[in-house]
C-alpha cells in the first residue's frame, strides 16, 4: 500500500494560517510534485484548486467528477506552494492525464518556462 501522495492526485489540505489571499480553510490542491519527492520528503509542492472558475491562461477546468470532486473547479497553476504532508487530510481522487497534461502546460506558462 502507498501512504504518501501521488502526482496528479487532489487532496484537501489544511491551508490554515494562511496570509494574504493565500488560500484559507480547508480546501481541495493537486499535488504536482514528482513521486520520488512525495516518497522521499516531509513536504509535496500542490497546485491550489479553487472555484468559482475564472478562465486565464494559466488555469485548467476541471468538470465533476474529476479526481472526486463535486462541483467545476479550477486549479490555480498561479498558486503552486510547497507544503508539509501533515496539511494533507483526505485523497479526494485523481486526474486524467490529459489534464495533468494541460496542467503541465499551464506551469510552464505560469512560470514563463520554454
Known amino acids: ?3 504518501f501522495p501521488l502526482r496528479s ?6 491551508w490554515n494560517p494562511s496570509r494574504g489571499s493565500e488560500q484559507a480553510g480547508k ?5 504536482i510534485q514528482n513521486n520520488i519527492g512525495n516518497e522521499k520528503a516531509a513536504t509535496t509542492i500542490v497546485a491550489a484548486i479553487s472555484t468559482p472558475v475564472k478562465n486565464y491562461p ?3 477546468i476541471l468538470e465533476p467528477p ?3 470532486l463535486h462541483e467545476r473547479s479550477m486549479v490555480k497553476t498561479s498558486q503552486i506552494l510547497t507544503i508539509s ?3 494533507l487530510e ?5 486526474i486524467s492525464s490529459e489534464k495533468m497534461a ?4 499551464a506551469i510552464k506558462l505560469s512560470l514563463d518556462l520554454t
Open 85 to 87: 504532508k501533515e496539511r
Open 9 to 14: 492526485e487532489i487532496w484537501i489540505v489544511n
Open 1 to 3: 500500500m502507498i501512504n
Open 58 to 60: 494559466m488555469n485548467v
Open 27 to 31: 480546501r481541495p490542491a493537486l499535488i
Open 102 to 105: 494541460e496542467v503541465n502546460a
Open 90 to 94: 483526505k485523497r479526494l481522487g485523481i
Open 66 to 68: 474529476e479526481g472526486g
